[in-house]
């Protein structure tokens, strides 16, 4: 089945720094999303983003569904940004089945 | 209006028993999914139910089952509980079935001792 692999693992930032993670995944996708996890469990929708840049205030993705792998940017980052942030990519065959990948931890430090 | 709602938030359950848990999805939703998130890993996929029938199902043994009822809200349950079981259940709610924008609950944490 279909790989998705997210980097870095753990990123530490000091409040009002940028980041950058990364999805790759093993193979064509019609549909990508960014969750972010926050504290309490609940997986919050960022970006339905299957392809090309989207932007919602401090946050933005991009997609590149040829080279298989989708970009989320932080900006001036605040400590509520903290949480996991997760990539996800629905598999082809008939069901609604979103494909984790492990995801990212970000603690964003006052 | 009100997001995915599940219940209940937290239980522990004892090895051996069954547990049912709940789910109502947005207002108009019609696609309901679960998913199953044990500690430091992402979310796996259990079911999928669109229009009250299951469209799609997991890698996850016969003692977990699920149903979605005519108001779209639905149930998984899991029978013969395990330690391994013990993990936050997730669950997701689309308007279609396409795999559009998915929105989730909080999901409910159950401990299984």
């Known amino acids: 089945g279909i790989q998705v692999e997210q980097s870095p693992p753990d990123l530490i930032l000091q409040e009002g720094a940028n980041s950058t993670l990364r999805c790759n995944f093993s193979?064509?996708?019609?549909?990508l999303q960014w969750f972010h996890q926050n504290p309490w469990g609940q997986l919050i929708n960022l970006f339905y983003?299957?392809?090309g840049t989207k932007q919602n205030g401090r946050l933005s993705a991009t997609t590149v569904a040829t080279e298989r792998y989708s970009l989320l940017y932080i900006s001036s980052s605040q400590t509520t940004d903290s949480g996991v942030y997760f990539c996800a990519v629905l598999t082809q065959g008939g069901s609604e089945k979103l494909v984790f990948g492990k995801g990212t931890k970000l603690t964003v430090n006052p | 209006d009100a997001g995915v709602t599940q219940s209940p938030t937290h239980l522990i359950k004892t090895r051996g028993q069954q547990v049912t848990l709940r789910c109502s999805p947005i207002?108009?939703?019609?696609?309901v999914s679960w998913y199953q998130q044990v500690l430091g890993q992402g979310p796996q996929f259990i079911f999928q139910y669109y229009e009250k029938e299951e469209r799609g199902r997991g890698n996850f043994p016969d003692r977990f089952s699920a149903r979605q009822f005519p108001n779209y809200s639905s149930e998984l349950n899991v029978n013969a509980l395990l330690l391994g079981d013990s993990a936050l259940y997730l669950c997701?709610?689309?308007?279609?079935?396409?795999?559009?924008?998915?929105?989730f609950g909080e999901g409910s944490w159950l401990t299984v001792v």
């Open positions: 193979d064509s996708v019609n549909n």
């Open positions: 207002s108009g939703h019609k696609s």
């Open positions: 997701a709610s689309s308007m279609t079935a396409d795999g559009n924008t998915i929105y």
């Open positions: 983003i299957p392809s």
